[in-house]
């Protein structure tokens, strides 16, 4: 099986909504993506992290704020991209209709 990064994109404002007043609320907020992580199996490597803030080192080394809203990553495993898009269907990064997912094959070196 091949190996995918999955990078999930979130603008500010939904970033700025996963500050939960409590930790019942955060809780109920992840169990979407509990479910897909038990879905998952043997096709999730890594479940990944949030990411927050994020810089761009321009050609000189200078860091910059990144304008990419990166807000977190995963590793998965498929057969194929079209394997991978499949995992990722009904994902629950892409309820609030303004999130997006990049996925990027992992080439063996």
Do not use: R
Not at 28 to 36: C, I, K, L, T
Not at 62 to 70: L, N
Not at 86 to 102: D, K, Q, R
Request: a negative charge.
């Amino acid at each position: 099986m091949n190996k995918y990064l999955v990078i999930y994109h979130a603008p500010k404002a939904e970033v700025k909504g996963m500050n939960f007043p409590s930790e019942e609320e955060k809780m109920a907020a992840m169990m979407p993506w509990f479910a897909w992580k038990e879905a998952m199996g043997d096709h999730l490597l890594d479940f990944g992290n949030p990411l927050m803030g994020g810089k761009k080192l321009t050609p000189k080394g200078t860091p910059v704020e990144s304008q990419k809203e990166v807000s977190g990553y995963s590793l998965i495993q498929a057969n194929s991209y079209d394997h991978a898009i499949e995992l990722l269907n009904g994902h629950p990064h892409l309820a609030s209709g303004a999130c997006e997912i990049e996925v990027h094959e992992a080439i063996a070196m």
